[in-house]
């Protein structure tokens, strides 16, 4: 946990902004904020109601906000992100169809 808590104090000092900005079809973007807590990442962002399928290791805190706990066996804040990242690709932008087509 706290190898992890230094790495994102590392992002955040070197200017990264806690988000992630996704681009949808129809020119629309989604827009992910992420923060670190004391139980893991924490991050958020306007589903428009549209349903939501993570797996098991993302935890609902409501309908907006989500929980990927801190997990024993990963060292890297990259596979935090990334673990994110691929649940919000697979249970929600390609769930819901809202992938931008590739031209």
Do not use: C, H
């Not at 000092?13 to 807590?37: Q, R, S, T, W």
């Not at 991050?43 to 428009?48: T, Y």
């Not at 309908?63 to 990927?68: H, I």
């Not at 997990?71 to 673990?83: I, M």
Request: hydrophobic letters at 40%.
């Amino acid at each position: 946990m706290n190898i992890i808590k230094e790495q994102w104090n590392e992002m955040i000092n070197l200017g990264a902004m806690p988000l992630f900005e996704v681009e949808l079809k129809d020119n629309e973007y989604l827009l992910v904020n992420l923060a670190i807590v004391d139980e893991g990442i924490e991050f958020s962002f306007d589903s428009n109601a549209l349903p939501v399928s993570f797996d098991g290791d993302i935890e609902t805190i409501n309908s907006n906000r989500y929980l990927l706990p801190y997990n024993e066996y990963w060292d890297s804040l990259d596979t935090y992100l990334e673990e994110i990242s691929d649940n919000i690709g697979e249970g929600f932008i390609l769930s819901n169809g809202l992938f931008r087509e590739q031209n």
